[in-house]
C-alpha cells in the first residue's frame, strides 16, 4: 500500500473542505480518513528502554518496522462509520531477516463499527485472543486540554482518557466538523489526528472525499453481520467497558514488569 506524500494530504484537505461546502445540499458523502499504526509507544518502549541494552533497541526497530494500515470511512449523513485493517506491512531490520521470527502482537483491531445511534462494535485481538465488544461513545471519559500543536497542516488539541482507560493520549483537530476518530477513539469535539496507547502509536496519513454510499453500507452491513454472528456464539462476545478493564489491567501488569 501506498503511503500518500503531504502534498496530497494537504490538496486532499483542501477539496475536503470544499466539499463540507456545499454539504447541505449534498447528502450521502463518504469521507475516507487512512491512518498508519505501529506496535510501539513511550509505554511500552521508552527513549531510556531503547538505549538500556543492544536487545531492547533491536527490538524496538523490530516492532517498530511492522506497519499496520486502517481506512476509516464516515458517512456524514448519518455519522455512521468503518475502522477497518487494510493490511499489515513488515520491513526487517538487520539481524530479523529470518521470516520464521513473528512478533506476538498485543493489541490489534480488526475492525471497528460506530452506528447511527453511536453504539460501538469491535473486533480486536489481543495476546493472541479474539475478542467481539460492543459498547458505546461515551466508554472512555476525556479530560480536555489547552495543549495544541500542528500536525499535518492541522491545528490539533491534546486529550487524555480518564478513569478506567490508562495510558491513552489523542491529539485531535476541530480545523473539519466530524467527531471520529480510529478504533473507539470517539467522543471528542472534533476528528482524531494521533493516538498512543500503551501498546501502539496510531496517526493520520490521509484524508479524501468519496461519494460511494452503496459500498460503504455493503462494507459495515458485512462486518456488523460478522459481529452479531460472534455475539450469538457468546464465547468471544464481551461488553466493552469490560474488556477496556481487561486491556488496563493488563497494560498496568506490563508496565510493572
Given amino acids: 500500500m501506498m503511503i500518500t506524500p503531504g502534498k496530497y ?17 449534498t447528502a450521502g458523502q463518504i469521507v475516507k480518513v487512512t491512518y498508519t499504526s505501529s506496535p510501539v509507544s513511550q509505554y ?40 477497518i485493517l487494510d493490511s499489515t506491512v513488515q520491513v526487517r531490520p538487520r539481524g530479523w531477516e529470518d521470516s520464521q521470527i513473528r512478533a506476538a502482537l498485543t493489541d490489534t483491531v480488526i475492525f471497528a463499527l460506530k ?8 473486533h480486536e485481538w489481543i495476546m493472541n485472543q479474539t475478542f467481539f465488544t460492543e459498547g458505546e461513545v461515551g466508554d472512555i471519559s476525556w479530560e480536555l486540554g489547552s495543549e495544541k500543536k500542528t500536525i499535518d497542516g492541522l491545528t490539533c488539541y491534546r486529550a487524555v482518557a480518564k478513569d478506567k482507560y490508562p495510558m491513552l493520549t489523542v491529539w485531535y483537530t476541530r480545523d ?64 466493552e467497558p469490560i474488556l ?3 486491556k488496563a489491567d493488563l497494560a498496568n501488569f506490563l508496565a510493572a514488569h
Fill in 9 to 25: 494530504f494537504l490538496s486532499g484537505f483542501a477539496f475536503l473542505c470544499l466539499s463540507f461546502t456545499g454539504y447541505g445540499q
Fill in 44 to 83: 511500552n518502549l521508552s527513549q531510556k528502554d531503547m538505549q538500556g541494552t543492544a536487545v531492547k533497541a533491536s527490538l524496538y526497530e523490530f516492532m517498530k518496522g511492522i506497519t499496520d494500515y486502517y481506512s476509516l470511512y464516515i458517512n456524514l449523513k448519518d455519522r455512521s462509520s468503518v475502522y
Fill in 115 to 122: 452506528s447511527a445511534k453511536n453504539k460501538t462494535y469491535k
Fill in 176 to 239: 473539519l466538523p466530524i467527531s471520529n476518530g480510529p478504533s473507539i477513539y470517539q467522543g471528542l469535539p472534533g476528528l482524531v489526528v494521533w493516538v498512543e496507547d500503551y501498546f501502539r502509536t496510531t496517526q493520520i496519513r490521509n484524508i479524501t472525499y468519496k461519494d460511494d454510499t452503496e459500498a460503504f453500507d455493503t462494507l459495515y452491513r458485512s462486518k456488523y453481520d460478522e459481529f452479531v454472528r460472534e455475539k450469538e456464539r457468546k464465547k468471544r462476545y464481551d461488553k
Fill in 244 to 246: 477496556v478493564i481487561k
